[in-house]
């Protein structure tokens, strides 16, 4: 089936680059049957880095200016992966601002981020590593453009955009007109809160011609849905527990030094703040719990009273003290804040365009986990409660600082349409330093007291660090990159095209790391014992480009690429010594200290033809995916570390469609499909040659995915009017490694549901200057089930028991689900000038 599908893709873009361009040459704009001109908004773009129209760029693109933006709903990066095929993000229940995006299937399970994440030329990407790590995402509004660029950008863009790029382009300041515009919102969820909005962005001279300036606030309440249910009474404990608050401001100023300089300083602040998860949980099936030294066996559930848009107090409140003991509430809230100062500078000469940037970039991310059931598992075979303990919390503090500095000197060629040479090329410095520090502190006590009846130091053999402090992990990286880059475009004909780029980077990354506690079996931290882990890696990627762009006419294109991308390798953390049993299973006496780079190639062929008015983009590809960088878990442990698994492959197609059908009627069709799986697995050391990864094993994306749009434009008592609905689907796909991999579980990995979302959007003017809104989210109410989280489920399967798991060595009956907010209704009131 996947063969099929690629190769009709491949049909699809052959008939795109061949049969309509015959037609679309003779006829590049069309007439509706009442004489209407068809005309399509022509969007420009810079992710060349050159200005040129989308559909005359020779790679795979989308972008949403600000307008298609609001009028789709779309206000975060979710929103966006929804409407854009190969573009994904994590599901990892929570509204935070620190995001994991995937595109084309390359996905960060561990390790740096595979998509390049800017704000103007500002590099926002950052390296994987502990908790509460991620690329920070910008918050969408009053936005030029959004650039989606799909496919390696590794010459343009350097480390991290293995699978692509996204790019968040803001509005420059104008010297010579004023402009501005300001939105409030309001909206209510289905069973959940209100949310609400107010945001404003006002631009232009301070002198005429010499200074400009643009200013932009927003913030945002969004009103939870969740509520927690306590596991003893069956009550909520909170109701609508999963809400944030978001901030964010910028401020530019433009000033023109002379007739062909200009000087750009600006600021960009967000500060993002979530109370809860985004999880619901499943019903608890009835299980038994084996009995412990102190602890005879105990038959907890089953608690039917969870479900959609339910959750569970996780923190233990002992059976026998039910009716003595407050219900506890999780403490998970996270705080991210983003800061990214800088000053761009443009000139020109003798044909010859410049543009320097430095920017700073600081950000945090703090918050906490919730550990509360899943040490408790870690000491009883998965079994998450404890009958005897009145009172067990345990939220370990993670606290995440990056701060550095991006410089970048680029020059391009400003030769004219006549001639035959156009390049761009420049050097890129960056240099960040990475804080990340987390802590274990819980009733440690208590808890191996009601399990084994001893203390802490009978159990791991070293006591409780001072404060209640049973793990610790300091984390330190210096992150430093050099490269010179170049692409150079030469027009054999006036038609035919050739393309070149090369980059050539230098990483170099220092990093300590310092472990210490109980759980890790390390008292104090030594080199000796591994709890000290000092070291550095080198590395000098080599990123090179190559294509071509045939211009059929001024409407219709097609184009080829062999193009790469890279992203550096890391650390990993040393395994606690409860991991023992695991290893010694593996065949292993430890985890690897690091893991190397991995990279990907890319084998494209694209068309972009305009066939009676309506504009297709669209391409078939091939990517290779290689030394990939992997998360591996320890079966029965809960320790996870990096791996470079063998090599992977993701092929599939884009196609994006847009057409004015006439009469106010327009319409937009983007559909993807990407076949991504291991084509070779790993395995471990002899004898036991455990099977980490085996080929076969699907990388966890969709392989459908379809964003279809209707809009409707009309007069309504002499003021404009449209009306638009949305419908996103995304097929079914497998999460998690198959039977026959170590880390095999039933119950988390398996096959993922189809997920369908419908939205419905209208508008009206008011005035010339004011408009409203309405719209509904979710308007179907779809709860379809995005993503599946549970720390064991049946694990450390016997391998006799088969794909059913029926024998198995742990088991945590706690199951957590995300899924789309439920329908939403709202209105909103907008002012422009």
Known sequence: MSRMCFRTGLLMSAVAATGFTHMASAQTTATTSTGESVVLEEIIVTATRQATSINRTPLSIMAMTQESLERQGVEDVADLARLVPGLSVSNLGSNSAVQSIAIRGVSPSTGAATTGVYLDDSPMTKRGGPAGSGTPIPMLFDLQRVEVLRGPQGTLYGGGSQGGTVRFITPEPSLTDYSGHSKVGLSNTKEGDWSYEGGAAVGGPIVEDKIGFRASAMARHTGGYIDYIDRHSAKTVKKDANSSDAYSARLAVAVAATEDTK????????????????????????????????????????????????????????????????????????????????????????????????????????????????????????????????????????????????????????????????????????????????????????????????????????????GNLEYYRDHDMTDNEVAAYGEVTFSVTDSLKLIGGLRLSRTHLDYFQETAGPISGIAVPTAANGGLITGQIIEKPVSPKVGFQYLIDDSNSV??????????????????????????????????????????????????????????????????WNDTQTNYGLPTCGFTYTINAGKAVSQG??????????????????????????????????????????????????????????????????????????????????????????????????????????????GYSLTDSIDLGFFVDNLLDSDDVLAVHNSNGRSGCVAASGPSCSQYRQYNPIYREVTFRPRTMGVTAAYRF
């Open 653 to 762: 197609l884009d196609l994006d469609a847009r057409a004015n059908l006439g009469a106010g009627f327009t319409a937009n069709l983007a559909v993807g499909y990407a076949d991504a799986e291991y084509k070779k697995g790993v395995v471990g050391p002899a004898p036991v040659n455990a099977v980490y990864l085996k080929a076969g094993d699907p990388l966890p994306i969709p392989d459908w995915k379809l964003s279809l749009g209707l809009q409707y434009e009309f007069d309504l008592a002499g003021n404009e009017a449209f009306i638009r609905a949305d419908y996103q689907y995304a097929s079914s796909y497998w999460a998690g490694v198959k039977y026959g991999s170590v880390g095999y579980s039933p119950d988390v990995a398996g096959e993922m549901e189809a997920t369908n979302f419908v939205s419905l959007r209208g």
């Open 263 to 466: 000087i750009t300083p600006s600021v960009y602040w967000s500060r993002q703040e979530t109370n809860q998860d985004d999880y619901s949980w499943r019903n608890v099936e009835q299980f038994t719990a084996a009995a412990r030294p102190n602890n005879p066996a105990r038959t907890y559930g089953p608690y039917n009273f969870y479900g959609r848009n339910k959750s569970g107090d996780t923190c233990n409140i002992g059976d026998n003290f039910a009716s003595t003991i407050a219900p506890c509430m999780p403490n998970v809230g996270v705080t991210n804040t983003l800061f990214v100062p800088s000053i761009k500078a443009e000139t020109s000469f003798d044909d010859i365009n410049v543009m320097g940037i430095v920017s700073y970039i600081d950000d945090r991310s703090k918050g906490h986990l919730n550990f509360s059931y899943q040490e408790p598992q870690n000491h009883q075979a998965g079994a998450p409660f404890v009958a005897t303990l009145p009172l067990y919390e345990s939220y370990p503090a993670y606290n995440n600082h990056r701060t550095g500095y991006t410089a970048e000197l680029r020059f391009s060629s400003d030769y004219g349409s006549d001639s035959r040479w156009n390049w761009v090329g420049g050097i890129y410095y960056s240099d960040m330093t990475i804080k990340a520090l987390t802590e274990y502190r819980a009733n440690v006590a208590d808890l191996t007291q009601a399990i084994y009846g001893l203390p802490p130091q009978a159990i791991f053999g070293i006591p409780l660090l001072p």
């Open 559 to 624: 184009f080829g690429t062999i193009s790469s991308g890279y992203r550096v390798g890391g650390v990993n953390q040393i395994p606690p010594a409860r991991c023992a049993t695991d290893l010694t299973t593996l065949g292993i006496t430890n985890t690897p200290a690091t893991y190397e780079s991995d990279k990907v190639w890319n084998y494209e062929l694209g068309a972009k033809v305009n066939v009676f008015g309506v504009q297709v983009n669209s391409s078939v590809y091939r990517l290779e």
